[in-house]
């Protein structure tokens, strides 16, 4: 079969389940570089590193914070051929990466207890076939993400349900005062089947944030470890011109003054 035609595949994949995967992004040479600088930032009480509520899962949230060694994995070649075949037409980087590590224990339940919870990021108003193809996040880990292992959980072809419920004014209110969905709500229509994003390290995946997901407990001993790459479709000149004034909030600017010329490209920033 074709390259191009499997990446399509990946895209069919993406609409109907909410997710896909996409293995041998990075070498593993490349992974385990990343896995080593990943480790070395991000420790259990790095002060710099957040948390929430979210138990072990601890991510570098702020652009003062960026690790640009794994930052320019956003330009890596294998990466964009994805990008470009999930994004119609020109795209460009939106904010510095974001790294994440999940050390082993609690984050919001796991299926071999049966105590998992997702959520939606929000209710989007736009319906998911006009907002496809038009801004993706790229999630590239770092080392193998193994069944219990703090994998993202999601709940596969939830976002058509969810997108269909949310007409209800009844129901879009509840879950905007709380988006939590466990076993026990019983949806109507919805197959409850969670199912766990494992996979190798070096490979990526993007899901639906509109589709059932969530974190999950780490109950293995090696930590999950990922970065977040968001990308979005360019817009019009004064959209763009709009975009590039906001890059200082939205990158390191010590990151900003190392950048190659690729990467700056990428960003929108010349
Ligand atoms: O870390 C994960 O696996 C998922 C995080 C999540 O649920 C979210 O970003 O909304």
């Known amino acids: ?3 191009q035609k499997k990446i399509k595949d990946y895209r069919q994949q993406f609409i109907n389940q909410g997710y896909a995967i996409v293995e041998n992004v990075l070498t593993t040479e490349e992974a385990e ?3 080593l600088i990943l480790l070395d930032k991000i420790r259990p009480e790095s002060p710099e590193s957040y948390a929430g509520i979210w138990g072990t899962r601890r991510q570098l949230k702020r652009p003062q914070h960026s690790i640009p060694e794994i ?4 330009t890596h070649p294998k990466l964009l051929e994805i990008v470009s ?3 119609d037409g020109s795209f460009r980087l939106t904010d510095e990466p974001l790294p994440i590590v999940t050390f082993p224990g609690k984050v919001c339940g796991c299926l071999k207890d049966g105590n998992w919870r997702g959520h939606t ?3 989007s108003r736009i319906p998911f076939l006009e907002r496809e193809g038009k801004a993706v996040s790229i999630w590239l880990t770092l080392a193998d993400i193994e ?3 703090g994998a993202t959980t999601l709940i ?3 976002h058509w349900l969810i997108e269909k419920m949310a007409v209800d004014p009844e129901f879009r209110a509840k879950k905007e005062r709380n988006n939590t969905y466990t076993a026990e709500d019983n949806l109507d229509g919805l197959d409850w089947n969670p199912k766990e994003i494992t996979l190798k390290a070096g490979g990526i995946f993007f899901f639906n944030d509109q589709a059932i997901h969530s974190a999950s407990d780490n109950l293995l001993r090696q930590p999950r470890l990922i970065c977040a790459y968001g990308f979005t479709k360019r817009g019009n000149q004064e959209e763009e011109l709009s975009a590039r004034q ?4 939205r990158f390191n600017s010590d990151h900003l003054e190392i950048m190659d010329d690729q990467m700056k490209r990428l960003i929108g920033l010349v």
């Open 1 to 3: 079969m074709p390259k």
């Open 147 to 149: 069944p219990s292992g």
């Open 156 to 158: 596969p072809g939830s």
């Open 121 to 123: 990021d929000g209710l």
């Open 85 to 87: 075949n999930l994004i």
């Open 71 to 74: 930052a320019r994995w956003a």
């Open 33 to 35: 570089e990343g896995r």
């Open 246 to 249: 906001g890059i200082h909030k």
